[in-house]
């Protein structure tokens, strides 16, 4: 927990405290991180905990951690992937000049969201929503990110970022469609346009998380083919 990576400097610089984050996955790890946090400089500490890792959970909420949301996280091969043939509108690489309608899209898309951040009374659920607003953003300024947005009827209906993990992996990290554009197809559509990406670059498989009441995705991801790999909690802990 000494490590200075632990600090969240976007965290602390969006809601102006002191965030740290970790990822304890047995009771020894967990005492040593409340230690840290009731004797350091910190105002919030998030962590994620693997769901299998029960007895470090429990320890979690003993010291009065509280359960904030629970990734799930789909792994599947690229083999399947095929492009959507029938989508209106096209699906390209995101520009600029997008960043703007990108911007707006993922506002729309994130206002009031179910992540740990909107569940935590104590934290301002506007600066919760830019934060996803800048993810997607930044994204467009980081060369070793995958930009897809679509186009429906001369607009930006929706946007998908991913990275490659490794030469074997590639993950798919933040998505969103107009609430005007959504029940089209339009997110599977850029699922697949990614996976075929990922396929002809010589990537063997695709990983992607979501919230587990999200429910949506999942569908679409168990029928490209992914299966359920892992699950994690995310606890929020404040110092009084």
Known sequence: ??????????????????????????????????????????????????????????????????????????????????????????????QEADRAALEGIARASFTGFFGHYHADPRLDPVAATEGYVQWASSALDDAASLVLVSETGGRLSGFLTAKKLNAKTWEILLNGVAPEFQRRGIYAALFREVGCRARLQGASEVLVSTQLANLAPQKVWTRAGLELDHALYTFHWWKA
Do not use: H, K, W
């Open 1 to 94: 927990m000494n490590d200075p990576d632990a600090y969240s400097a976007l965290d602390s610089q969006r809601f102006g405290i002191r965030v740290f984050r970790a990822g304890p996955d047995n009771v020894e790890a967990v005492a040593e991180l409340m230690q840290f946090a009731r004797s350091g400089d910190v105002d919030l500490l998030i962590l994620r905990c693997p769901v299998a890792a029960v007895a470090a959970a429990q320890e979690l909420e003993r010291a009065g951690c509280f359960l904030a949301d629970t990734l799930v996280y789909y792994r599947g091969p690229t083999s399947g992937f095929t492009a959507s043939p029938t989508l209106p509108g096209c699906i390209r690489l995101g």
